[in-house]
């Protein structure tokens, strides 16, 4: 089953910067809707930011100002700059591509924000 790939997740120091990106090298046919989405121990999956297949980004509220959603220069490509990190910000990160086929998730990657 083709899904998208994470990677860039890892231990960030609290007012630090990490950057993720995902790969969704599978999906060729068009450029897709992708974006972000958390899930920290003991709560719900939300959406961290999200970018059309036109390039409009949409942000959660607590992230906007300090993260940034961008494309990739391959296609089905994004990566989320993130900076000033808190230690809120500490979860399982997952990449999502909603295509005509249905909606595809990555296997997520860690980030830790800690002193």
């Known amino acids: 089953q083709v899904r998208p790939v994470e990677s860039g997740g890892g231990l960030a120091q609290p007012g630090g910067s990490l950057r993720l990106s995902c790969a969704a090298s599978?999906?060729?046919?068009?450029?897709?809707?992708m974006g972000w989405y958390r899930q920290a121990p003991g709560k719900q999956r939300e959406l961290v930011a999200w970018?059309?297949?036109?390039?409009?980004?949409t942000y959660a509220d607590s992230m906007k100002g300090r993260f940034t959603i961008s494309r990739g220069g391959a296609k089905n490509t994004v990566h989320l700059q993130m900076s000033s990190l808190k230690p809120d910000d500490t979860a399982v990160y997952y990449c999502?591509?909603?295509?005509?086929?249905?909606?595809?998730w990555g296997q997520g990657t860690q980030v830790t924000v800690s002193s």
């Open positions: 599978g999906f060729t046919s068009s450029i897709y809707p």
């Open positions: 999502k591509v909603v295509t005509g086929r249905g909606d595809y």
């Open positions: 970018i059309t297949s036109v390039g409009i980004t």
